[in-house]
């Protein structure tokens, strides 16, 4: 079969399974485990409800691990071998946590996204270092962890999130850029945190940013009549 022979090949670095069509059983997982080169693994829209935990001992050259769409409630703790990984793909999928050793060991990540699960508390990052974007939409996550606020150069979208607060803003500038969906505007709002240089902790931010676009829109349209009855008036 496919995973037979891509384990022939031991020197293999790239391997899809995305949208199989078949149900993987513990020899298609034996086969897998076997490709001891791979740096590529994408089981998106597999049908997967777990992962084995020995699957990641053996192939801890991963950098671009894809398991989005599946069925899938917990990452095996062993994720955290993968010292490699710089993107990671989760999405679509029932995780309520990650993997501690994910957020302990996983130093390279660059790319993150766990939209569309059941997450409610995203941890402590500040070991991501190299971290540029990380997708947390669609999850029930009320705090965003004040980690995040001490980045450069990350982009986090937290779009559809109960969010109760942000964590406070940094005086000095960030590159931190949050994205979501406001109550009023139905389109997506991004705001770099330290352009408002405001503390915002405790404060509901799609409420805050929403009145603020609200009250520069009245703004702006109280200008434009003030300058159309300027002009009439000569």
Do not use: F, G, K, S
């Given at each position: 079969d496919h995973i037979s022979s891509y384990a022939d090949d031991k020197q293999s670095s790239e391997l899809s399974f995305c949208s199989c069509v078949f149900v993987f059983q513990l020899e298609h997982w034996a086969q897998l485990a076997s490709v001891s080169n791979l740096r590529v693994l994408n089981l998106d829209r597999c049908h997967l409800t777990e992962i084995p935990s020995d699957l990641f001992v053996s192939l801890f050259l991963i950098r671009?691990?894809?398991?989005s769409r599946n069925e899938i409630k917990v990452l095996p703790d062993t994720i955290g071998n993968l010292k490699?990984?710089?993107t990671?793909?989760?999405s679509h999928n029932r995780l309520s946590q990650l993997?501690?050793?994910?957020?302990d060991n996983c130093?390279?990540?660059?790319?993150?996204n766990v939209a569309f699960n059941s997450l409610t508390i995203f941890p402590n990052v500040s070991r991501w270092t190299k971290l540029h974007y990380l997708n947390l939409s669609h999850n029930w996550i009320r705090y965003l962890h004040p980690s995040l606020s001490k980045r450069?150069?990350?982009?986090v979208q937290a779009r559809y999130n109960p969010l109760l607060s942000i964590p406070p803003l940094m005086m000095t500038p960030s590159d931190l850029v949050v994205s979501f969906h406001g109550l009023l505007f139905p389109r997506t709002l991004v705001l770099p945190f330290?352009?408002?240089g405001l503390r915002l902790k405790f404060l509901p931010p799609a409420l805050l940013l929403d009145g603020c676009y609200l009250l520069m829109a009245i703004i702006i349209l109280w200008l434009v009549t003030q300058i159309?009855?300027?002009s009439t008036s000569f």
């Open positions: 671009t691990l894809r398991l490699q990984l710089a990671l793909d989760v993997p501690l050793t994910l957020i130093e390279a990540l660059t790319h993150c450069r150069n990350l982009v330290w352009i408002l159309r009855y300027a």
